[in-house]
C-alpha cells in the first residue's frame, strides 16, 4: 500500500508549547506538494490521488494526521477523530484549529530540508480549510482547497478569524489566487460556505477562485473521482496540476 513511500517523524512545539509529533510519508521527484489527508483517514483514495499527482511530476509529502491507514471505516473513525484529536477544532467559529500552527512548522521544516523556494498544499473535506490558511505562510507559494467543510454544522461561518482572513489576503494579493473546489450538491460543503468564502477574500479583487462541479457527491479528488476526458473531476485535477506546476516552477 505505501511501496515507494519514505517514512519519518517529524515533532514541532508550535501547537501548544509541547512536541507533537506525527508520520511524514512522502513520495516521487520534483516539485513539492503537501497533502492533507481527509476524514477519516488515509484510505486507499487518498493514496490514489497522491500517486497521479507524483506521476505529474511532483513530491508527494503527506503527514498522517488522524485515523488508520488503507482503511475506510467512517463510522468508528469518525468517532475516534472526535474523541482523540483535540488538535482539530472542528466546531470553532472566527478561528482556525491549533494544527495550523503544527502544519506550518512542517511546511518550514520541507521547504529547508528540500532546498526549494516554496511548496504547495492541497486541503481536502475538513483539512481543506487549513490549505487556505497555510496560504499566509510564507514558505506556501500555492494552495487548493477541496470541499472546505469546516467548522461543522455552521456553512455560512468561517474556520479562520479576521487577522487571519487580512494575512491571507495580503499573501494572495502577491502570489496570485488560489483555488477551490466543490461538488454544488455537497452536503458537508454547502453553497453557503463559498458565499462566506467569496464574501471574505473576493471584494474587488478574485483572491480565492471557487470552482463549482455539478454533482451532489463530496470527495472531488478521491471517492468520487471519476476519470477520462469530459470529466468534471478530471478536468479539475488537471487544472490543479498546470496550477502546481507554473506556480511552483523553479
Same mark, same amino acid.
Given at each position: 500500500m505505501l511501496d515507494g513511500y519514505e517514512h519519518r517523524r517529524f515533532s514541532s512545539d508550535a501547537m501548544n %508549547? #509541547?512536541?507533537t509529533e506525527f508520520d511524514i510519508y512522502e513520495k516521487g521527484h520534483g516539485p513539492i506538494v503537501l497533502v492533507l489527508q481527509e476524514l477519516p483517514g488515509i484510505s486507499q483514495d487518498t493514496l490514489t490521488f497522491a500517486d497521479k499527482i507524483v506521476a505529474a511530476g511532483f513530491r =508527494? =509529502?503527506?503527514?498522517? *494526521? $488522524? %485515523?488508520? *491507514? %488503507? #482503511? $475506510?471505516?467512517? %463510522?468508528?473513525?469518525v468517532v475516534r477523530f472526535l474523541c482523540v484529536r483535540r488538535e482539530f477544532d472542528i466546531f470553532a467559529r472566527n478561528q482556525s484549529s491549533p494544527i495550523v500552527d503544527w502544519l506550518r512548522a512542517l511546511c518550514q521544516d520541507v521547504r529547508q530540508r528540500h532546498q526549494v523556494p516554496g511548496i504547495g498544499v492541497i486541503g481536502m473535506c475538513l483539512t481543506g480549510n487549513f490549505a487556505i490558511s497555510l496560504m499566509a505562510d510564507d514558505n506556501v507559494l500555492a494552495s487548493v482547497a477541496a470541499e472546505p467543510s469546516l467548522p461543522m454544522f455552521s456553512q455560512a461561518s468561517l474556520h479562520m478569524s479576521t487577522d487571519d482572513v487580512a494575512a491571507i489576503s495580503e499573501r494572495l494579493d502577491t502570489q496570485g489566487p488560489m483555488l477551490a473546489y466543490r461538488f454544488a450538491g455537497d452536503k458537508l460543503c454547502k453553497a453557503a460556505k463559498f458565499e462566506a468564502l467569496n464574501e471574505a477574500f473576493n471584494q474587488g479583487r478574485e483572491r480565492i477562485r471557487l470552482k463549482t462541479l455539478p454533482g451532489d457527491q463530496h470527495a472531488i479528488f478521491t471517492t468520487h473521482f471519476i476519470d477520462g476526458e469530459g470529466s468534471p473531476t478530471q478536468e479539475a485535477l488537471d487544472e490543479v496540476i498546470g496550477y502546481f506546476t507554473e506556480r511552483l516552477a523553479t
Amino acid at each position: 500500500m505505501l511501496d515507494g513511500y519514505e517514512h519519518r517523524r517529524f515533532s514541532s512545539d508550535a501547537m501548544n %508549547g #509541547k512536541p507533537t509529533e506525527f508520520d511524514i510519508y512522502e513520495k516521487g521527484h520534483g516539485p513539492i506538494v503537501l497533502v492533507l489527508q481527509e476524514l477519516p483517514g488515509i484510505s486507499q483514495d487518498t493514496l490514489t490521488f497522491a500517486d497521479k499527482i507524483v506521476a505529474a511530476g511532483f513530491r =508527494v =509529502v503527506m503527514p498522517h *494526521l $488522524f %485515523g488508520p *491507514l %488503507g #482503511k $475506510f471505516a467512517p %463510522g468508528r473513525n469518525v468517532v475516534r477523530f472526535l474523541c482523540v484529536r483535540r488538535e482539530f477544532d472542528i466546531f470553532a467559529r472566527n478561528q482556525s484549529s491549533p494544527i495550523v500552527d503544527w502544519l506550518r512548522a512542517l511546511c518550514q521544516d520541507v521547504r529547508q530540508r528540500h532546498q526549494v523556494p516554496g511548496i504547495g498544499v492541497i486541503g481536502m473535506c475538513l483539512t481543506g480549510n487549513f490549505a487556505i490558511s497555510l496560504m499566509a505562510d510564507d514558505n506556501v507559494l500555492a494552495s487548493v482547497a477541496a470541499e472546505p467543510s469546516l467548522p461543522m454544522f455552521s456553512q455560512a461561518s468561517l474556520h479562520m478569524s479576521t487577522d487571519d482572513v487580512a494575512a491571507i489576503s495580503e499573501r494572495l494579493d502577491t502570489q496570485g489566487p488560489m483555488l477551490a473546489y466543490r461538488f454544488a450538491g455537497d452536503k458537508l460543503c454547502k453553497a453557503a460556505k463559498f458565499e462566506a468564502l467569496n464574501e471574505a477574500f473576493n471584494q474587488g479583487r478574485e483572491r480565492i477562485r471557487l470552482k463549482t462541479l455539478p454533482g451532489d457527491q463530496h470527495a472531488i479528488f478521491t471517492t468520487h473521482f471519476i476519470d477520462g476526458e469530459g470529466s468534471p473531476t478530471q478536468e479539475a485535477l488537471d487544472e490543479v496540476i498546470g496550477y502546481f506546476t507554473e506556480r511552483l516552477a523553479t
